[in-house]
């Protein structure tokens, strides 16, 4: 069954390409057909299977030789990772089909924060509205956890914004990133939620950091947030309640 959700997730991570593309342009999804940003040659089928098309043309342009950017053959392969690990997580149940939209909807906003710098109304206003229409559906017992984390998630990171523009007299965070806590609060919760918003925070400063002493960004560098959240909600979601419980029997007395 792992290699199933494996090839499965394949090509999932490739439609997830070209909502990631098409989206911030407000191009159709549907339609025309793949087709190359550079020269507008439409891609046959045998060159759109992923990860093989794009190792046989070594990641460019069967016509025009452009270079295709690595984000296609990269998002592809953390689809198929990421299914694999639900099913070996929750098996094959509405709990996986459950978090596997939300993985889903991680990646595609993470990857479109990180090439445009922006989170789209579009996608994050839907994917609380999915999680919400989900729990209500297969989870009920936890709709009002699922309430309660939107408002938390989306609220801790208002006080951030507030707090930000107070210390530093400019916005360090932006309206999508508060509205991508509240979608991440409706998936998990209040506790686990928290536990990603502190991860999220510990992540970012760590790379934001290492970026700064490699000279490769400023105090003032603008940095995307969307893949930071994404990354501890993933973490917290699998290992919140580990984590938790490592903390207490360690700083806790």
């Known amino acids: 069954m792992s290699v199933i959700f494996f090839i499965l997730g394949l090509f999932i991570g490739s439609f997830l390409n070209v909502v990631i593309y098409r989206l911030p342009r407000n191009?159709?999804?549907?339609?025309?057909?793949?087709?190359?940003?550079?020269?507008?040659?439409?891609?046959?089928?045998?060159?759109?299977?992923?990860?093989?098309?794009y190792m046989i043309l070594q990641g460019k342009c069967r016509y025009c030789k452009s270079k295709i950017s690595p984000r296609y053959l990269i998002v592809e392969l953390i689809t198929a990772v990421a299914l694999v690990s639900l099913y070996h997580i929750f098996g094959i149940n509405m709990e996986m089909l459950f978090f596997s939209i939300f993985v889903l909807i991680l990646i595609t906003i993470s990857?479109?924060?990180?090439?445009?710098m922006k989170i789209l109304n579009k996608i994050v206003l839907p994917g609380i509205a999915i999680g919400l229409f989900m729990t209500l559906i297969f989870r009920p017992d936890n709709i009002v956890q699922s309430i309660l984390g939107m408002i938390c998630g989306g609220g801790v990171l208002l006080s951030w914004f507030y707090i930000g523009k107070l210390l530093f007299r400019k916005e360090s965070l932006g309206a999508g990133d508060i509205k991508f806590a509240a979608l991440i609060g409706v998936f998990l919760g209040v506790k686990?939620?928290?536990?990603?918003?502190?991860?999220?925070?510990?992540?970012?400063?760590?790379?934001?950091?290492?970026?700064?002493?490699?000279?490769?960004?400023?105090?003032?560098?603008?940095?995307?947030?969307?893949?930071?959240?994404?990354?501890?909600?993933?973490?917290?979601?699998?290992?919140?309640?580990?984590?938790?419980?490592?903390?207490?029997?360690?700083?806790?007395?």
Not at 111 to 116: A, P, V
Not at 209 to 226: E, Q, R
């Open 111 to 116: 990857f479109i924060d990180i090439e445009n």
């Open 27 to 53: 191009e159709s999804i549907i339609s025309p057909r793949s087709h190359c940003p550079h020269c507008g040659k439409k891609i046959r089928f045998f060159d759109n299977i992923p990860v093989i098309s």
């Open 192 to 253: 686990t939620t928290l536990i990603a918003l502190f991860l999220s925070s510990l992540f970012f400063t760590l790379i934001a950091i290492f970026l700064i002493s490699l000279k490769k960004a400023k105090l003032d560098s603008k940095i995307p947030f969307a893949p930071f959240l994404a990354t501890g909600a993933l973490v917290s979601m699998c290992f919140g309640n580990k984590l938790l419980s490592w903390y207490l029997n360690h700083f806790i007395v």
